[in-house]
């Protein structure tokens, strides 16, 4: 049964970071690009970072880039969403993505609020 399991959201004040954490089982973790993406309450869900299969290439939407960092550890099947500078208009859920085949998988969601 395919999982994506994430973790690490929370509350922070503008300025702050977190990093997120994502544990997938249940496929074979390295034949997978592996995403990031987030929802805004009111706006459709948005691609945050994606990373390709070994880690070594990562695309960004504009918002993220120079503040977000994905990476992941295949020893680990995991992939992280190290986030800085946060600002308030980063609060969402963050979800965990990837394709399997034609299908996307989701994780449940981690809130992340921005706020002082």
């Known amino acids: 049964q395919v999982q994506l399991v994430e973790s690490g959201g929370g509350w922070v004040q503008p300025g702050g970071s977190l990093t997120l954490t994502c544990v997938a089982s249940g496929f074979v973790f390295t034949n997978h690009a592996m995403n990031w993406y987030r929802q805004i309450p009111g706006k459709e869900r948005e691609l945050v970072a994606a990373?390709?299969?070994?880690?070594?290439?990562?695309n960004y939407a504009a918002f993220a880039r120079g503040r977000f960092t994905i990476s992941r550890d295949n020893s680990k099947n995991t992939v992280y969403l190290q986030m800085n500078h946060l600002r308030p208009d980063d609060t969402a859920m963050y979800y965990c993505?990837?394709?399997?085949?034609?299908?996307?998988?989701w994780g449940q969601g981690i809130q992340v609020t921005v706020a002082s």
């Open positions: 993505h990837f394709i399997n085949g034609f299908k996307d998988q």
């Open positions: 990373s390709a299969t070994h880690g070594h290439t990562a």
